[in-house]
């Protein structure tokens, strides 16, 4: 039984210290998270599946299974979600 | 050992109490620390209840019966992996298990989005170590799987026989890390609610998760009908049971979220749908979970009488009141960015498809609750029976099936008529060509939901060769790269669609195994003597007398027979019957000789001194081609979840490459 205690009062310990840790080691100059990086990487996924999809439908397109006048719709339509987001890419990447 | 596993799991509850203040009180500027802290506690929790899992595993393979639950269900004859399955062969270890798997995976989440998902992670944290303060609660003060005796006895109960069985070993777990796979895709549809983040930023994280959880779940729901049919003894392998149907409700709705969150991230439609379907999904979870431990119904999956019921009812309503509420309130940022402009396009395609799958989650949700509802109403049990089942599901399943091969040859947004002739006139002349040689070399045309099943799956393996070889030929000329180079190539390219693919082929493979056992099997009871024969379904079966075996943990008493077809011997099978040396009780050993086109299946029901034995004799169709298709499934899911290699990042004009944090 006392092993088991004191097996138990050594891990709780270290996990109190390792939890704990963040919280007294926090400085006032700890580097201040960059609020846009989600918002860039997120728009840099929806560029990423963009490209994607104009890959996809030139290959349904080769493949026969887009006639040339829905090609021509779908992919002018893709490729200008794919120029407003790197748009929108470049202004997040702006200093 | 009592001590440490339960002051272990205490911990753990704190742990994950702390886990959900810190992180939520994270969420205000300046308290990166304070989430970085949460961050650890996940980790914490995770150790935690790993030493209240391995406490419990020792417990089991050191015999420790003065733990009631390692004395009701193990004993020192139990070979080593049973003492180790056998922590799930009860309530309490099961929902240990729940715990320890929830707060694996609710580490690994923390760790793969330590990087990224900084707005959508402090609620994310929570709401997981939510769901984990109520297993652990439970675990802490309902039901311990640490609970000690008064006295200890000499030896345990023993295992029950009928869970000793190889598939019994994994069938739970991967029941469990499906269920609990998709706990994590409720976490950030509920994290991006309450964020307000509704872009395709939790889509794209949960994503993966959705597929592995959804591969899990497919092959427990798979496993568990292979032990079925090997343990049994009644030569089926799926009872419409209310736990089996437990288990396939949330698959259902998690194969409609797959699908449906293509539509959002391809054209931005769908979001109210897909947060409705996730929070669907984990609800069914739940429910599965609570159906087997409430007590509320009889079932060879279920745990016995509990109390158990009442706190996952509350838990159930609170999830469901909460997620359901919290959407309404998000409504107004939930609108699509386009609508529908045809009924001819791949996104109406998804949405036949999602009502068809959910309506059928629906329709066995409504089978398996209305003896519990007939109760309460009227206070007698109505049971609902398999053609109840069957009637439902057959046309919605033969739907299904057609879609699947419909759905990759139609193009977003729409589909032209011309285009649609082009595309579907080979598919619909070789699934009709298919007829005749079925007609004329099959028995099909006995059973219309048969055939309609064999020609259906002739149209959709046309469709999906036709995909593949217009991929291939495409890649080919464009590359001049080899055929099988240009086949490799082509899936590499794009493993979410041919991965897709393979999932659909394997549906197919799945439909006709299904056809072809439930619509064709025979099955008769014969009486031989030693000596005697009996012919079924062109076996003839030959008794050439009783076998017997011992070892320390149980006595085995079969029967031996001869199998023939056409005059040769094919094989020879032992159904028989065994007999557990630790308190007499009895399993079936079912004897199968399994094959591509059939199965034999003997069960012997009795075996008398003389030798007379009375054996059931199943010879069911296709039933290989069912396992054959889970193998497949978990084949194509992981190459359609598999990550892709980061793609070349575009640098944006005037500032530097990206910083490198790749994501998980």
Same mark, same amino acid.
């Given at each position: 039984?006392?092993a088991?205690?004191?097996?138990?009062?050594?891990?709780?310990?270290?996990?109190?210290?390792a939890?704990?840790w963040?919280?007294?080691?926090?400085?006032?100059d700890?580097?201040?998270?960059?609020?846009?990086?989600?918002?860039?990487?997120?728009?840099?996924?929806?560029l990423?599946?963009?490209?994607?999809?104009?890959?996809?439908?030139?290959?349904?397109?080769?493949?026969?299974?887009?006639?040339?006048?829905?090609?021509?719709?779908l992919d002018?339509?893709?490729?200008?979600?794919a120029?407003?987001?790197?748009?929108?890419?470049?202004e997040?990447?702006?200093? | 050992?009592?001590?440490?596993g339960?002051?272990?799991?205490?911990?753990?509850?704190?742990?994950?109490i702390?886990?959900?203040?810190?992180?939520?009180?994270?969420?205000?500027?300046?308290?990166?620390?304070?989430?970085?802290?949460?961050?650890r506690?996940?980790?914490?929790?995770?150790?935690?209840?790993?030493?209240a899992?391995?406490?419990?595993?020792?417990?089991?393979?050191t015999?420790?019966?003065?733990?009631r639950?390692?004395?009701?269900?193990s004993?020192t004859?139990?070979?080593?992996?049973?003492?180790?399955?056998?922590?799930w062969?009860?309530q309490?270890?099961?929902?240990?298990l729940?715990?320890?798997i929830?707060?694996?995976?609710?580490?690994?989440?923390?760790?793969?989005?330590?990087?990224?998902?900084?707005?959508?992670?402090?609620?994310?944290?929570?709401?997981?170590?939510?769901?984990a303060?109520?297993f652990?609660?439970?675990?802490?003060?309902?039901?311990?799987?640490f609970?000690?005796?008064?006295?200890?006895?000499?030896?345990?109960?023993?295992?029950?026989?009928?869970?000793?069985n190889?598939?019994?070993?994994?069938?739970?777990?991967?029941l469990?890390?499906?269920?609990?796979?998709?706990s994590?895709?409720?976490?950030?549809a509920?994290?991006?609610?309450?964020?307000?983040?509704?872009?395709?930023?939790?889509?794209?994280?949960?994503?993966?998760?959705?597929?592995v959880?959804?591969?899990?779940?497919?092959?427990?729901?798979?496993?568990?009908a292979?032990?079925?049919y090997?343990?049994?003894?009644?030569?089926?392998?799926?009872?419409?049971?209310?736990?089996?149907?437990?288990?396939?409700?949330?698959?259902?709705?998690?194969?409609?979220?797959?699908?449906?969150?293509?539509?959002?991230?391809?054209?931005?439609?769908l979001k109210?749908?897909?947060?409705?379907l996730?929070?669907?999904?984990?609800s069914l979870?739940?429910?599965?979970?609570f159906?087997?431990?409430?007590?509320?119904?009889?079932s060879?999956?279920?745990?016995?009488e509990?109390?158990?019921?009442?706190?996952?009812?509350?838990?159930?309503?609170?999830?469901?009141?909460?997620?359901?509420?919290?959407l309404?309130?998000?409504?107004?940022?939930?609108?699509?960015?386009?609508?529908?402009?045809?009924?001819?396009?791949?996104?109406?395609?998804?949405?036949?498809?999602?009502?068809?799958l959910?309506?059928?989650?629906?329709?066995?949700?409504?089978?398996?609750?209305f003896?519990?509802l007939s109760?309460?109403?009227?206070?007698?049990?109505i049971?609902?029976?398999?053609?109840?089942?069957?009637?439902?599901?057959?046309p919605?399943?033969?739907?299904?099936?057609?879609?699947?091969?419909?759905g990759?040859l139609?193009a977003?947004r729409?589909?032209?008529?011309a285009?649609?002739?082009?595309?579907?006139?080979?598919p619909?002349?070789?699934a009709?060509?298919?007829?005749?040689?079925?007609?004329?070399?099959?028995?099909?045309t006995?059973?219309?939901?048969?055939?309609?099943?064999?020609v259906?799956?002739?149209?959709v393996?046309?469709?999906?060769?036709?995909?593949?070889?217009?991929?291939?030929?495409?890649?080919?000329?464009?590359?001049?790269?080899?055929?099988?180079?240009?086949l490799v190539?082509?899936?590499?390219?794009n493993?979410?669609?041919y991965?897709?693919?393979?999932?659909?082929?394997?549906?197919v493979v799945?439909?006709?195994?299904?056809?072809?056992?439930k619509?064709?099997?025979? #099955?008769?009871?014969?009486?031989?003597?030693?000596?005697?024969?009996?012919?079924?379904?062109?076996y003839?079966?030959?008794?050439?007398?009783?076998?017997?075996?011992?070892?320390?943990h149980?006595?085995?008493?079969?029967?031996k027979?001869?199998?023939?077809?056409?005059?040769?011997?094919?094989?020879?099978?032992?159904?028989?019957?065994?007999?557990y040396?630790?308190?007499?009780?009895?399993?079936?050993?079912?004897?199968?000789?399994?094959?591509?086109?059939?199965?034999?299946?003997?069960?012997?029901? #009795?075996? #008398?001194?003389?030798?007379?034995?009375?054996?059931?004799?199943f010879?069911?169709?296709?039933?290989?081609?069912?396992?054959?298709?889970?193998?497949m499934?978990?084949?194509?899911?992981?190459?359609?979840g598999?990550?892709?290699?980061?793609?070349?990042?575009?640098?944006?004009a005037?500032?530097?490459?990206s910083?490198?944090?790749?994501?998980?």
């Open positions: 039984m006392l088991g205690i004191l097996i138990v009062a050594a891990v709780a310990l270290a996990v109190v210290a939890v704990g963040p919280l007294v080691t926090h400085r006032a700890d580097p201040v998270e960059d609020p846009a990086a989600d918002a860039r990487r997120a728009v840099d996924e929806d990423q599946r963009a490209l994607e999809a104009i890959r996809e439908i030139d290959m349904d397109h080769r493949a026969g299974n887009l006639s040339d006048e829905d090609f021509a719709e002018a339509a893709e490729r200008a979600r120029v407003e987001l790197m748009r929108r890419a470049d997040l990447a702006a200093p | 050992m009592s001590i440490l339960r002051a272990a799991l205490l911990l753990a509850l704190v742990g994950a702390y886990v959900v203040v810190m992180s939520l009180a994270s969420r205000r500027p300046g308290r990166r620390s304070w989430e970085l802290s949460a961050e506690g996940v980790y914490a929790v995770f150790a935690f209840t790993t030493l899992a391995l406490t419990m595993w020792f417990a089991l393979v015999d420790s019966f003065e733990l639950n390692v004395a009701e269900y004993s004859t139990l070979s080593t992996p049973y003492k180790l399955t056998a922590l062969g009860s309490a270890g099961s929902l240990l729940w715990a320890w929830l707060s694996g995976f609710s580490a690994v989440v923390v760790y793969t989005n330590r990087a990224r998902n900084r707005q959508l992670m402090p609620v994310v944290m929570a709401v997981l170590m939510g769901i303060i109520f652990l609660g439970v675990l802490s003060f309902v039901t311990s799987p609970e000690t005796l008064a006295q200890a006895p000499a030896e345990g109960r023993g295992l029950n026989p009928l869970l000793q190889v598939y019994m070993q994994i069938h739970p777990p991967l469990y890390l499906g269920y609990v796979g998709l994590v895709p409720f976490a950030f509920m994290a991006a609610l309450v964020t307000r983040k509704l872009d395709t930023a939790w889509i794209t994280s949960v994503r993966r998760w959705t597929i959880s959804w591969i899990f779940l497919g092959a427990g729901i798979l496993v568990g292979k032990w079925a090997e343990t049994l003894g009644w030569g089926g392998y799926w009872a419409w049971d209310p736990v089996e149907n437990a288990a396939f409700m949330p698959w259902l709705v998690a194969t409609a979220f797959l699908h449906s969150v293509m539509v959002q991230e391809r054209r931005g439609m109210v749908w897909n947060m409705v996730v929070i669907m999904t984990f979870c739940l429910f599965g979970t159906l087997t431990r409430s007590g509320i119904i009889a060879v999956h279920a745990f016995g509990s109390t158990l019921g009442p706190f996952f009812l509350v838990f159930i309503v609170a999830v469901l009141v909460g997620s359901v509420a919290l309404v309130t998000r409504l107004p940022l939930l609108r699509s960015a386009h609508s529908l402009e045809s009924y001819l396009s791949r996104e109406a395609i998804f949405l036949f498809n999602n009502l068809l959910v309506g059928l989650a629906f329709a066995v949700f409504w089978g398996t609750m003896p519990i109760e309460a109403a009227r206070g007698r049990r049971t609902v029976g398999q053609g109840y089942y069957e009637q439902v599901a057959t919605i399943a033969i739907a299904l099936l057609v879609l699947t091969g419909v990759p139609i977003w729409k589909s032209s008529a285009q649609l002739r082009r595309r579907f006139v080979v619909l002349a070789v009709a060509a298919s007829i005749v040689p079925l007609a004329l070399l099959t028995d099909m006995s059973n219309w939901a048969a055939s309609a099943v064999a259906a799956g002739v149209f393996v046309a469709c999906i060769t036709g995909e593949f070889w217009r991929g291939m030929r495409v890649r080919h000329a464009l590359g001049g790269v080899s055929w099988p180079g240009a190539g082509m899936v590499a390219r493993r979410r669609r991965g897709g693919y393979i999932v659909h082929l394997a549906i799945l439909f006709i195994g299904l056809a072809g056992s619509g064709f099997a025979t #099955q008769a009871d014969v009486a031989l003597r030693p000596g005697d024969r009996a012919t079924v379904a062109g003839t079966l030959l008794n050439e007398g009783a076998t017997r075996g011992a070892d320390a149980k006595s085995t008493t079969s029967v027979i001869g199998v023939f077809r056409g005059g040769d011997r094919v094989g020879t099978l032992y159904p028989g019957v065994i007999t040396t630790l308190d007499e009780t009895r399993a079936s050993q079912v004897a199968i000789k399994s094959g591509p086109q059939r199965d034999l299946y003997l069960f012997l029901s #009795q075996l #008398q001194d003389d030798g007379l034995a009375r054996i059931s004799v010879v069911n169709p296709l039933v290989s081609w069912i396992w054959f298709a889970g193998v499934i978990v084949a194509g899911g992981l190459l359609a598999w990550p892709s290699r980061p793609s070349g990042r575009r640098e944006p005037g500032s530097p490459a910083d490198g944090r790749a994501a998980a």
